[in-house]
Nanobody
Framework: QVQLVESGGGLVQPGGSLRLTCTTS????????MGWYRQAPGKERELVAD???????NYADSVKGRFTISRDNAKNTVYLQMNSLKPEDTAVYYC???????????????WGQGTQVTVSS
């Protein structure tokens, strides 16, 4: 079975840092695009950052310059380094693994259980 497990969330003060980790099993990790999404209470889930199998990276405008996504294919793991955190970053953060065929058909799409990040003084 496929498993994605997030860790590293917690409570931090504004301006602080956290590193989120997503460990995976049951997928051919290196061929999957990996992403971090977040969902705040009363809001829709939004893309924070993603990284393709070829290491192309996208960031939401709201986190650009503060967050860094990376992957380690040898460890089947993706990370999200979050610096200069703001209260607006408070949300549950979810890890996503997706494999899309070149014609655009999604053949694998998996989610972790989420980890809470709270930024508050």
């Amino acid at each position: 079975q496929v498993q994605l497990v997030e860790s590293g969330g917690g409570l931090v003060q504004p301006g602080g840092s956290l590193r989120l980790t997503c460990t995976t099993s049951g997928i051919s990790f290196s061929i999957y695009a990996m992403g971090w999404y977040r969902q705040a209470p009363g809001k829709e889930r939004e893309l924070v950052a993603d990284i393709s199998s070829g290491n192309s990276i996208n960031y939401a405008d709201s986190v650009k310059g503060r967050f860094t996504i990376s992957r380690d294919n040898a460890k089947n793991t993706v990370y999200l380094q979050m610096n200069s955190l703001k209260p607006e970053d408070t949300a549950v953060y979810y890890c996503n693994a997706r494999y899309t065929r070149r014609e655009g058909v999604i053949v694998g799409d998996y989610w972790g259980q989420g980890t809470q990040v709270t930024v508050s003084s």
